[in-house]
């Protein structure tokens, strides 16, 4: 053997070493995998109490209230006293209630406080009705807890400028003080400390909770509590048209997330404490409490109610010029009466039963702030219909069935409707709105001779067709049409039947359960949405079943859910047939456990129509059955053709979402995707997936995830080779580690 071979084999087994090597690691390291959630941190599915009254109820929150700081009669009482002495300031002229007044709500009817300083404050302050229920506080969230919060404003120069050490031997001098923190703490007078302060402060500030609202009282039951204006009102709160109830959910009004609205100015909220947030996102506050707490927004530039909802009307920062405004923010139009109305039904989420007195004086001998005349408190006064000590509840009476009679709303019967009852609409033509919001209701229509389904004509005016907020709610034999926003809504309900529906051009949505728990849609009908013609997001456990979908954007969408069931459906000539997604910055974090089988899904090729602003105008056209960042996804015996881009399509989130922006885990995984018939796809692939690169396939996959198997022997695929459920862990590894390395390489 000559020298030059034996150099050239031993190169060889040099190479082969090293390769062997390369594999044994990639075999042995386990693929990179999304943060896994607790169920308890899900956020999916409806909040509402069972049994009650009306699925408005919701349950609050846990309190925010740490191990180390339980709540006494004694750290309420020395934390309220604290919480009005001047004593904790550096210039002893400034106390906690100087910013959060209690006759302001808890706030001091400026835009912009003066601290210890003497500058004005770059943002307002919020009210502190209900921080008991934050996870995060101040406008960017810079503080876990209320204890944090309360160090940061006593300590903080341009606040209230005190010094730990300082303050705590300057209330070491006050015999009351000494007493009131050993009786709280125990220590004696080692226990008068910043530290303790911020406790009993704390301690003070969870007892300022507002539950007994007018609104409070008409979702356990209290129709009278609501004026017919603020009844109007809550309809048009929780509309698809305005969306005030993607952000300001029951019961807190608050989903403690971060939104950017686009109030103008350059201050970077969130995005000033962490480095994830997008430029300008600032903590959806409470609504409790709003008619009390003007002006409006975190720097205070709205000064009314009316203002604040102008704002939202013209697409928020939109008209400013402002980039990156949130999807829920897209700006509606509203009559002078439907303002009012709103306005009204703000005013009914007033209540002050837990406001505190304002001592008239605290141990430090210092000034205490005076009473002041809030003239907001009269104005709601004569809008609300009943004060915080409510009315008794309606009387009880068996169920039955009220039929619309001729001439007559079905909204008319619907309001002389209580929980079991059945409204029967009889076959005719209706130009309204209906809004249900009582629990066990069945809505029903009534065909006629020739077996046609009564009718909901929205004209192309109104908003929507159906809002259903209650409990065990059924909905069957209508006929939706013509609607701006949405055809059938039903939000925050547990036990959604809603079947036999035919929807068409009803603007975003057809069909659209969110929020809810135990939903069944089923052969029904939806036709020519710009987003998705039959839709649940945000929900747990759904049967969507022997449905028909056609033309519009998404045919059938399952978004942000814990365990559905997607089967028997005929979803054609959508741009995208059926999508099952995980979407960034909403309540619900998780999209899993999902079956999607039996359906046919052919020919959606139709033309993205959805508004450039909205998630769906990123969806691909010519798209069968596509995942976005789920996980634990069965899609089987479906038979799938004709689709231009891809029968089948697993990606990941970030594929059409800034990583820098999304809260979830992105990665779709543990999918398996086998025994589908496949059929002609992605004969002429959508320039959004040309665009990546990737040719037309039966399936597509973008390398991402651990655990995405296809059992499709038969199909075509992008990339050629894909992993089966037959393949060892180690040689998924190999692949996946392999594949990833060679597209950073060719990156």
Same mark, same amino acid.
């Given at each position: +053997? ?34 896994? =959630? ?29 191990? /180390? ?12 006293? =604290? ?56 406008? /960017? ?19 209230? &400028? ?69 009844? $109007? ?23 403690? @997330?971060? $939104? ?19 430029? &300008? ?8 409490? #709003? ?24 697409? &928020? ?79 009880? $009476?068996?169920? +039955? ?14 309001? $002389?409707?209580?929980?079991?009852? @059945?409204?029967?609409?009889? !076959? ?33 005016? +109104? ?41 068409? /051009?009803? %603007?975003?949505?057809? *069909? ?7 939903? #069944? ?6 036709? %020519?949405?710009?987003?998705?013609? *039959? ?30 069931? *997607?089967?028997?459906?005929?979803? !054609? ?51 069968? #059955? ?26 990941? =989130?970030?594929?059409?979402? /800034? ?28 320039? +959004?997936?040309?665009?990546?690169? #990737?040719? &037309? ?5 973008? *390398? ?16 050629? =080779? ?26």
């Amino acid at each position: +053997m000559s020298t030059v071979l034996k150099w050239i084999l031993r190169v060889l087994g040099v190479l082969l070493l090293i390769i062997a090597a390369l594999a044994t690691v990639a075999a042995l390291t386990p693929i990179p995998t999304d943060p896994t =959630l607790a169920p308890a941190d899900y956020g999916a599915g409806a909040s509402s109490v069972l049994p009650s009254y009306s699925g408005l109820l919701r349950e609050f929150p846990a309190p925010n209230t740490p191990d /180390d700081n339980p709540t006494t009669a004694e750290k309420v009482e020395l934390g309220r006293l =604290l919480f009005f002495d001047p004593v904790l300031s550096g210039n002893n002229d400034i106390a906690c209630a100087t910013c959060h007044h209690p006759e302001l709500a808890f706030s001091d009817g400026q835009a912009h406080p003066t601290g210890a300083s003497g500058k004005p404050l770059p943002r307002s302050a919020p009210t502190l009705w209900n921080v008991v229920y934050q996870q995060s506080l101040f406008w /960017d969230g810079r503080a876990a807890s209320l204890e944090e919060q309360a160090h940061i404003a006593i300590t903080h120069a341009d606040e209230m &400028g005190s010094e730990a050490v300082a303050l705590a031997a300057e209330l070491q001098t006050i015999p009351a003080y000494v007493e009131m923190f050993d009786q709280a703490f125990g220590g004696g007078s080692a226990a008068v400390t910043l530290d303790n302060a911020a406790k009993a402060i704390a301690a003070f500030e969870r007892t300022l909770t507002s539950s007994s609202s007018p609104f409070d009282q008409y979702a356990a039951g209290n129709f009278d509590s609501l004026t017919q204006p603020q009844r $109007r009102g809550l309809n048009l709160f929780r509309s698809a048209a305005t969306r005030c109830f993607e952000c300001h959910a029951a019961p807190t009004f608050s989903n403690g @997330t971060f $939104r950017v609205i686009g109030v103008p100015g350059d201050d970077p909220g969130r995005a000033g404490v962490a480095s994830d947030a997008p430029q &300008g996102a600032f903590k959806v506050p409470t609504l409790r409490n #709003i008619a009390l707490t003007a002006p409006y927004m975190h720097d205070g530039s709205l000064a009314t109610l009316e203002e604040v909802i102008d704002f939202y009307a013209d697409g &928020g920062g939109r008209a400013h010029g402002v980039s990156g405004v949130d999807q829920f923010v897209l700006g509606f139009e509203l009559t002078d009466q439907e303002k009012a109305d709103l306005i009204a039904f703000l005013y009914a989420l007033t209540d002050e039963q837990a406001r505190p007195q304002i001592p008239t004086a605290v141990p430090s001998g210092l000034p205490v702030i005076s009473s002041l005349e809030n003239p907001e408190r009269t104005v709601v006064a004569a809008v609300n219909a009943v004060d915080a000590a409510g009315q008794s509840l309606q009387p009880a $009476r068996p169920p +039955m069935t009220i039929r619309v009679e001729p001439g007559e709303t079905i909204q008319a019967a619907v309001d $002389r409707a209580r929980a079991g009852d @059945t409204v029967l609409v009889p !076959y005719g033509l209706y130009h309204e709105k209906v809004v249900v919001d009582v629990s066990d209701f069945t809505l029903v229509g009534e065909p006629n001779g020739a077996g046609e389904w009564p009718i909901l004509d929205g004209l192309g005016e +109104m908003a929507d067709g159906v809002i259903a907020s209650g409990n065990n709610f059924e909905m069957a034999y209508f006929s939706v049409r013509h609607y701006k926003s949405n055809g059938i809504l039903v939000e925050g309900a547990t036990g959604v039947h809603l079947h036999n529906l035919y929807v068409e /051009d009803t %603007g975003t949505y057809g *069909i659209y359960p969110t929020r809810s728990t135990d939903v #069944i849609v089923e052969n029904s009908t939806a036709v %020519g949405m710009h987003d998705a013609g *039959i839709y649940a997001g945000k929900c747990a456990n759904v049967i969507v079943r022997n449905n028909v979908a056609y033309g519009n954007v998404l045919g059938i969408e399952v978004e942000n859910t814990d365990t559905a069931e *997607i089967y028997g459906n005929h979803a !054609y000539d959508n741009a995208t047939g059926i999508f099952v997604d995980l979407l960034p910055n909403l309540p619900s974090k998780v999209s899993l456990n999902t079956k999607v089988y039996d359906n046919l899904v052919e020919n959606n090729n139709h033309v993205n129509f959805a508004p450039p602003e909205i998630t769906a105008a990123l969806v691909p056209e010519g798209a069968g #059955i596509v995942l976005l960042g789920a996980d634990h996804v069965e899609i089987y015996n479906n038979t799938v053709r004709g689709n231009n881009s891809a029968g089948i399509a697993v990606f990941n =989130l970030t594929v059409a979402f /800034d990583p820098d922006t999304i809260d979830v885990g992105p990665t779709p995984e543990n999918n398996w995707v086998h025994s589908n018939i496949l059929e002609n796809n992605g004969s002429d692939p959508d320039d +959004m997936v040309a665009s990546l690169g #990737i040719p &037309g396939a039966d399936i597509l996959w973008d *390398i991402s995830g651990q655990g995405n198997t296809f059992d499709q022997p038969q199909a075509s695929k992008f990339p050629p =080779l894909q992993p089966t459920s037959q393949w060892p862990t180690p040689l998924y590894r190999i692949y996946w580690h392999g594949l990833n390395l060679a597209l950073k390489l060719l990156g």
